[in-house]
């Protein structure tokens, strides 16, 4: 009796430790479902929305101007931060505030990106903390789940004329 009380606690405990590795590699590497917090990312994305990120782009290179990503805060480390890839390495990028009078311009370096929120206002982004390393990239936003009536890939910068081509 023992003997099979300790056979069955072993075998739950090995697929338990077994599908959690599957579910750990499921969310790193495919992506995973993420709740959007704060305005800066308005009106792109709201307050409580809910998107789907994909990992596998950031793994193959493959992220582009205009993407929505998540990433590590450069501030704080355990927490994710959400916003638009305005400059990949080697861009020329606008590194000053809409309202500023004199613009000035920066090249993104090597293995960084330059991120802005859409919500140029009211967003904590790349003009505070300089270019972002591409390795703190968690995953690209492809799809908004919630609210229903907003479900579908997410629409384009309202501030496309940040994206320099020089």
């Known amino acids: 009796m023992l003997r099979n009380a300790l ?10 430790v077994q599908y959690g590795c599957i579910a750990h590699c499921a969310f ?9 917090s704060g305005p800066s990312m308005e009106p792109t994305i709201q307050n409580s929305d809910i998107v789907f990120s994909e990992n596998l782009s950031r793994h193959f290179y493959c992220i582009r101007k205009g993407d929505i990503v998540i990433v590590k805060s450069p501030n704080d480390p355990k927490s994710n931060i959400c916003k638009r890839v305005i400059g990949l390495e080697g861009d ?8 500023d009078f004199l613009k000035s311009h920066s090249y993104v370096p090597k293995g960084h990106v330059w991120l802005e929120g859409d919500n140029l206002r009211n967003s904590t982004d ?5 270019p972002v ?4 990239i968690r995953g690209r936003i492809c799809l908004k789940i919630w ?6 890939f997410l629409r384009a910068s309202p501030n496309g004329h ?3 081509d020089d």
């Open 7 to 16: 056979g069955n606690t072993f075998r739950f405990l090995g697929y338990t």
């Open 28 to 36: 790193e590497y495919l992506g995973g479902i993420v709740v959007c």
């Open 92 to 99: 020329k990028v606008c590194t000053s505030n809409p309202s």
């Open 126 to 130: 790349s003009r505070c903390y300089g």
């Open 133 to 136: 390393p591409y390795g703190l």
């Open 147 to 152: 609210p229903l009536n907003d479900f579908g």
């Open 162 to 164: 940040r994206f320099l």
